[in-house]
């Protein structure tokens, strides 16, 4: 069991929208900066959001962050086929001194 | 800018132990942390540990503790992930990562370590 919880799994049509969320707790959330990552098979992750709502240089603006409280979320506008992937979200958990992942969201564009 | 390259493929037998070096170019390790994640056949994501270069300090996710050891080489701006008593569960990809809080921003290429007697 993950520390942080996403859905397993999401899908929708290319051109829509989508929300990830993940959802975590005062120690690790509620503290600290959430990062999230794409990850396409055979591939290395790749850093998406840095910092709660950063983006790195690259990173196209249809993806974007954001936190309140315990919960952050990832979303994705103007689906691309491409977009299909796992994403996760990860940070820092000051109860484990330990960094945690999200289970992952695989994203389906149907 | 800095690149993380990672050490070969390995297979191991149960009960052995498998040491995964990662090794920084284009720029020393700064004040990063270097962190240890891993990936198991059908598996998300999963921290193992860190350690920041410059202090020698590690973190380590408790499911490892007491069977992983982070070390770093200034000199030669490497670091190393030791992992001991292997099962079978522990065949991953096991990827080196730099970060300064914990956004994982270059990552190594990825070494499978497959464990089967």
């Known amino acids: 069991q993950s520390v942080l919880t996403q859905p397993p799994s999401m899908s929708a049509a290319p051109g829509q929208m989508v929300t990830i969320s993940c959802f975590g707790s005062?120690?690790?959330?509620?503290?600290?900066?959430v990062s999230w990552y794409q990850h396409l098979p055979g591939t290395v992750p790749k850093l998406l959001i840095y910092?709660?709502?950063g983006r790195p240089s690259g990173i196209p603006g249809r993806f974007s962050g954001s936190k309140s409280g315990t919960s952050a979320t990832l979303d994705i506008t103007g689906l691309q086929t491409g977009d299909e992937a796992d994403y996760y979200c990860?940070?820092?958990?000051?109860?484990?001194?330990?960094?945690?992942f999200g289970g992952g969201t695989r994203l389906t564009v149907l | 800018q800095l690149q993380l390259v990672q050490s070969g493929a390995e297979v191991k037998k149960p009960g052995s132990s498998v040491k995964v070096s990662c090794k920084a170019s284009?720029?020393?390790?700064?004040?990063?942390?270097i962190n240890w994640v891993r990936q198991a056949p059908g598996q998300g994501l999963e921290w193992m540990g860190n350690?920041?270069?410059?202090?020698?300090?590690?973190n380590y996710a408790r499911r490892f503790q007491g069977r992983v050891t982070i070390t770093a080489d200034e000199s030669t701006v490497t670091a190393y992930m030791d992992l001991s008593g292997l099962r079978s569960g522990d065949t991953a990809v096991y990827y080196c990562?730099?970060?300064?809080?914990?956004?994982?921003?270059?990552w190594g290429q990825g070494t499978t370590v497959i464990v089967s007697s």
């Open positions: 990562a730099k970060s300064i809080t914990m956004a994982l921003d270059v």
């Open positions: 284009g720029d020393s390790f700064g004040s990063y942390s």
């Open positions: 350690i920041i270069p410059v202090f020698g300090t590690t």
């Open positions: 005062d120690s690790n959330i509620g503290s600290n900066y």
């Open positions: 910092d709660d709502n």
């Open positions: 990860a940070t820092w958990d000051n109860s484990l001194s330990a960094g945690v």
